[in-house]
C-alpha cells in the first residue's frame, strides 16, 4: 500500500515525447546534456541546443547526436522545456534575444 506512494510510478513521470533546448553548451550545459542521455530521459533527436561558439556545438553534435542551432531563438521554437546554461551575467541578454526574436517584444531590457 505505502510502497507506490513512495516510490513514484516512472510510467507517470516520462518525458520521452517532450523535446528539449538547452541555451549554452559549456561544462553546465555538456555535463546536463550527457546526464540526460546517459539516464535515458531524452533521446538525441529530442535535443535542441546553441552556443556563440560553433565549433563546440559541432563538437558536441558529433559527441551526441544532438541538434544544433545557429541562434538562441530556434531551441526556444522546436522546444518543450528550456534550460538557460549560460553565466549569470550572461542571462539578461539571451532572454532579451529570446523576448525579442521569438515573442516579437520590441525594446525589452532585462535588468539583473
Request: hydrophobic share 40%; proline share 5%.
Amino acid at each position: 500500500m505505502f510502497r507506490n506512494f513512495l516510490v513514484p510510478d516512472r510510467r507517470a513521470m516520462t518525458i520521452s515525447a517532450k523535446n528539449i533546448g538547452f541555451i549554452g553548451t559549456g561544462k553546465m550545459g555538456e555535463a546536463l546534456i550527457k546526464g540526460i542521455l546517459n539516464a535515458k530521459l531524452f533521446t538525441p533527436d529530442k535535443i535542441y541546443a546553441s552556443d556563440i561558439d560553433t565549433t563546440r556545438l559541432k563538437s558536441l553534435e558529433k559527441t551526441y547526436g544532438i541538434n544544433t542551432c545557429n541562434n538562441n531563438c530556434d531551441p526556444v521554437l522546436n522546444s518543450d522545456i528550456i534550460i538557460i546554461a549560460v553565466k549569470p551575467q550572461i542571462v539578461p541578454k539571451v532572454i532579451e534575444e529570446i523576448l525579442h526574436g521569438v515573442l516579437g517584444y520590441d525594446d525589452v531590457t532585462v535588468n539583473p
